[in-house]
């Protein structure tokens, strides 16, 4: 598009960003959405709790149902079962004592390795936060989990997360971490949530650790590849979308290759609670390497636009996020979504202060770098790919990102990328088929013409995005993620969302000869 036109919409944009209600590239600045909240618990049994992982028989890989396992059947330490409130199940409920370190711990035991979802339902009559840790066989996999106050002993509510059980004897402990002690505890519910994925077809499975090689991403044969994929949206919004049941489908409806996992750093997402954003991007990894997939951990950095603002922040999250998955062959790191409002230089020097952080503790990872005005090569600042080709990151296994818009960002970003795919490695992390904002009318001629390219040149890509956003962009019609679904099949989609998901199930061509 006309020069003018693009420094002008990039104005709006900025502006957009310091609003409550308006929205940047599908980057939605907004109230948040209901979120996962924690656990809760108290008392003194003993009880082995088995969770059924595998299938019936003749279900051929059909999952157990959900099973509940209560409060009062668990080992109970300082801390009591009682039935004085009303709303529980089972017989009562555990009553923690008001001291540090009290705790209920379940023995689930699961019949195969699965990736289980753990919902707790809990009371706090107080208005006092009563947090807790929750470690699955010793291993912190939510550190000081937020149990605010539900109004009342006698109301309920239910907060989840998920963790990976071995095959065998699983302990799930919820231990207070102040001296007011927990919540009450009424039940844990583990739900194995997927059927492991067959042998040796997963994306990972077939291609290995991934690696740069030239200008390509190439698997372990050495052969360059394709992934193909989608963004989440904000997970401080939309965690809600990420289920088991709607990965099961990105995973093995779509045939998917590649997950995006979009922490935002502000915009009420890590900045406000470290650790409870860290464990959640900890658990959607986690979810997606059992389905067999990539994962792209994006550090979702927008406003303020200079990454440099966020370098003791993103040192923090990166080492914690290296120091848990290194062992695994799945996983890109996205040091920065999209710079914006500084050079070339700002972003290059970043990157050179990052990378080594991560290098550290996991060396073989891709690294994904952002490049300035919003991960354009430079275009919408009305510059071009040639400032990274001429002075690129000093760093090795790393490629560049590269975002888009197609009813906005018309042929001159169309010819950056093809001419930027041919001079560095590039991977586009984001993508719409709408305006800039991830809004508007869909324009899948444009769309088409980029996915034309990036097939014929190997360019990776992941869609904006897997929610249920009212706004185009998003996949799911709206009220799909509150209602659980379906997920799988087009009814809940929008045009948009059956659009990219055909795209995304045509067949690989992932060479291993």
């Known amino acids: ?47 082995a709790l088995l969770i059924g992982l595998t299938a019936a028989p003749g279900a051929s ?32 409920f555990v009553n923690y004592d008001n001291v540090s370190g009290s705790y209920i711990e379940w023995t689930v035991n699961a019949a195969q390795s699965a990736t289980a979802t753990l919902n707790l339902r809990y009371a706090n009559g107080t208005t006092a936060n009563r947090p807790m840790t929750i470690t699955v066989n010793g291993t912190a996999v939510a550190s000081n989990k937020a149990f605010n106050g539900t109004g009342a002993w006698t109301s309920w509510s239910t907060t989840g997360l998920t963790a990976a059980l071995k095959a065998g004897a699983n302990t799930i402990r919820a231990t207070a971490t102040t001296a007011n002690g927990g919540p009450n505890v009424d039940h844990l519910t583990v739900d194995a949530g997927t059927t492991p994925p067959v042998p040796g077809t997963t994306p990972v499975a077939v291609n290995g650790r991934l690696a740069v090689c030239g200008t390509k991403l190439c698997n372990q044969y050495g052969k360059p590849v394709q992934l193909r994929g ?30 995006r996992v979009s922490t935002y750093v502000q915009e009420e997402g890590y900045e406000t609670d470290p650790q409870k954003f860290t464990d959640l991007a900890h658990s959607l990894i986690e979810q997606a ?29 990166f080492t914690a996020i290296a120091n848990r998955h290194k062992g695994k062959n799945n996983i890109f790191y996205e040091i920065a979504n999209e710079p914006n409002g500084v050079g070339w230089a700002s972003v290059k020097s970043y990157a050179e202060q990052i990378i080594p ?22 275009v919408s600042d009305g510059a071009d790919e040639t400032e990274v080709v001429d002075n690129p990151v000093n760093a090795s296994n790393i490629m560049y990102t590269f975002h888009f818009y197609a009813y906005s960002h018309r042929e001159e970003y169309l010819d950056t990328l093809s001419r930027a795919a041919d001079r560095i490695p590039v991977f586009v992390t984001e993508f719409g088929t709408q305006n800039y904002a991830g809004e508007g009318s ?55 969302g059956v659009w990219i998901r055909d795209r995304i199930r045509t067949a690989d061509t992932f060479p291993t000869g």
């Open 1 to 47: 598009m006309p020069r003018g036109r693009t420094l002008l919409f990039h104005s709006i944009r900025k502006v957009s960003l310091r609003s409550s209600d308006r929205q940047r590239d599908g980057d939605t600045v907004r109230p948040p959405r209901v979120r996962l909240r924690s656990l809760a618990g108290a008392g003194t049994l003993i009880s």
């Open 61 to 92: 890989g059909a999952a157990a149902a959900p099973a509940t396992h209560e409060a009062e059947g668990a080992v109970i330490s300082r801390g009591a079962a009682e039935s004085n409130h009303t709303g529980f199940t089972g017989s009562g």
């Open 230 to 259: 989608m963004s989440t949206h904000g997970t401080q919004w939309y965690a809600q979308c990420l289920t088991s049941g709607s990965l099961d489908a990105l995973a093995k409806d779509w045939n998917a290759d590649v997950l």
């Open 289 to 317: 390497t059992a389905r067999g997939l990539y994962v792209i951990v994006d550090w979702h950095m927008l406003d303020p636009g200079d990454p440099n603002y966020n370098l003791a922040r993103a040192k923090t999250f």
């Open 357 to 378: 952080v991560i290098r550290t503790i996991d060396s073989d990872a891709p690294v994904l770098v952002g490049t300035r005005a919003w991960s354009s090569l430079g």
């Open 442 to 496: 869909d324009d899948f001629t444009m769309s088409q013409k980029y996915l034309d390219l990036m097939a014929a040149k190997k360019i990776s890509w992941t869609n904006w995005n897997f929610s249920d956003d009212n706004r185009t962009g998003a996949v799911f019609k709206t009220g799909t993620c509150g209602s659980n679904g379906p997920w799988a099949g087009t009814g809940s989609l929008k045009p948009a």
